[in-house]
């Protein structure tokens, strides 16, 4: 847009009449959970070539020319834009493309939405969807491939339940499969089958339900994009201009290329390159690695390459999370990790031979002792690490030993309080455990640094909800957990913000408003460092900025 006019010394945007919260400070204040930022309540921003170039009180009036974009903001609250740290932001699109059957009261109105996605599908196309729960139906009864049949028999068809343990298919999927009554059930999963022993298009567990999705074509090119899209519009909905997605694949990671140069992205992605130990074996994933040219930092201001991702251990809910203690709710168990120690030391010491970040995913404390040992050889192997920014993935139960070893390595740690609020997790812990879960506080307190995510789509994607639960240690029944580590509001707005941007090397550019930094920015309904602490959850995003472009805007 520039290129076309003359050089002009006033802003392309000013945003005034804003209570503006910088979080101007260095990530060496913030890391502490220092937060001594200036805030304008009656302040503005100018904007030129998509970065910021001043911040103040008063209305910005030097700044605005004939061409300047002017943005009235009557007052509301501007936070530089929210920053989510650990997210699968593709594979939510993704799902979206499918029929979203959360919440659908019936099997009959089940049925009716896929009808309605049936009769604008070409014949052959598969028919997809999640979430359905028959506990929640009249009947109580798991659709058969005889009532999806009734819909098409035209169409395959796969609709997973909600808890991704179970689907029903139809007639024409099993065919597709190749599943007849002849069929064995596979290893770990089962055929669900009817009295005369015909499947009857009901499929437990991932190998049963993996028969069929393997026979699902991937995604094309169109599709792709689409769910970039999807997510886009849901993320700065929330308020978020930038996000690290994990766990991408090649072909998610050529999606955001091709979304970028097509001007249908509007966020800012960083990819995490998943060692997905569901496709080869880890000396298969050191070999790719060798095989890369691009490491930690390729790519542009929009889209970067960021890290590698490995998954070490499970989930407390399951016992298969690896814990230094038996489970309180599973005592014959504290679980295990999914690659050995040695291959994690292999991993971490790969990645600090070519300064690539490596972010693992620990949720049990002995799996985080395992990545840290992992990193300290690599420190000592192919040191030092710590420009390299390695960091753990939850890591809910902090212990002061660890947190000594994080400091000392620089690693830092994205955490997810919303799921500490939302999925009932601290009843099956033991009381210690549940006092420090996600407990921020512990790690501003030994400058670690702490960053905010939510594991989208394993929660809402709302950032507000996130801080809300650091702040109070609230859960969604009113309990409070560990009050001691309760943070300030100023805190958690770091952590969404400077913090966040760190684990992608963009502290400097971004999670600020401050001149220099990418003109990203989130206007909101409320000050959510002042007004009382259970409105946080409730805020609403008025508009959302991504380089200086309006990106959304309610109502
Ligand atoms: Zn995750």
Known sequence: MSSSKTWSPHADLVVRHARVHTVDLPIEEARWGRTDFATYDDGYVAVKDKKIIAV????????????????????????????????????????????????????????????????????????????????????????????????????????????????????????????????????GGTIGRDEAGEPNGILY?????????????????????????????????????????????????????????????????????????????????????????????????????????????????????????????????????????????????????????VGVHTIGDKAADIALAAFDAADKAHGPIAENRNYLIHMPYPHEDQLDIMARLNVSNTTQPSIFHLMGENVILNDEQAAINMAAKLFFEKGVVIGGSTDHPVVPCNPFLGMYAAV??????????????????RQALVMWTKNSAYFSHDDAVQGSLAPGCHADMTLIDRDILSCPVEDIKDTVVEMTILGGRVVYKAG
């Not at 599908?121 to 798991?142: C, D, H, M």
């Not at 049949?149 to 909600?162: E, G, L, Q, V, Y």
């Not at 859960?475 to 957990?481: E, I």
């Open 56 to 187: 103040g009180p008063g209305d910005g009036g030097d700044w605005v020319g004939p061409d300047t974009d002017v943005i009235d903001a009557k007052g509301r609250v501007l936070l530089p834009g929210l920053v989510d740290s650990h997210m699968h932001a593709q594979f939510s699109g993704e799902g979206m493309l499918n029929i979203d059957l959360r919440d659908v009261p019936s099997a009959e109105a089940m049925f009716d939405l896929i009808a309605q996605r049936v009769a604008v599908t070409p014949a052959g196309q598969f028919i997809q969807g999640q979430y359905w729960n028959e506990l929640l139906w009249k009947n109580g009864v798991i659709p058969t491939r005889h009532d999806l049949d009734k819909i098409s028999d035209a169409h395959p068809m796969f609709f997973m339940r909600t808890c991704f343990h179970v689907a029903c298919v139809n007639s024409k999927a099993l065919a597709a499969a190749g599943i007849t009554r002849d069929t064995p059930d596979p290893a």
């Open 205 to 357: 567990e991932n190998a049963a339900m993996g028969l069929v999705q393997d026979v699902i074509p991937p995604l094309t090119e169109e599709q792709h994009l689409q769910a970039v899209e999807n997510i886009g519009r849901l993320l700065n909905q929330n308020g978020i201009t930038s996000v690290i997605d994990a766990n991408l694949s090649f072909a998610q990671m050529r999606a955001y290329y091709q979304a970028l140069r097509r001007g249908r992205l509007s966020y800012r992605a960083r990819f995490m390159f998943y060692l997905d130990t569901a496709t080869g074996d880890v000396p298969y994933h050191l070999r790719r690695l060798d095989e890369m040219v691009a490491v930690t930092g390729f790519g542009n201001d929009m889209l970067k390459l960021n890290g590698i991702k490995v998954t070490l251990d499970g989930i407390p809910a399951t016992g298969t999370a690896c814990m230094r203690k038996p489970y309180k709710h599973m005592p014959e168990t504290s679980g295990f990790t999914t690659i050995t120690p040695e291959e994690m030391r292999a991993i971490a010491v790969k990645g600090a031979t070519y300064h690539w970040q």
């Open 472 to 489: 109070s240690r609230r859960d969604s029944d009113g309990t409070v957990w560990g009050a001691e580590y309760r943070i300030t509001p």
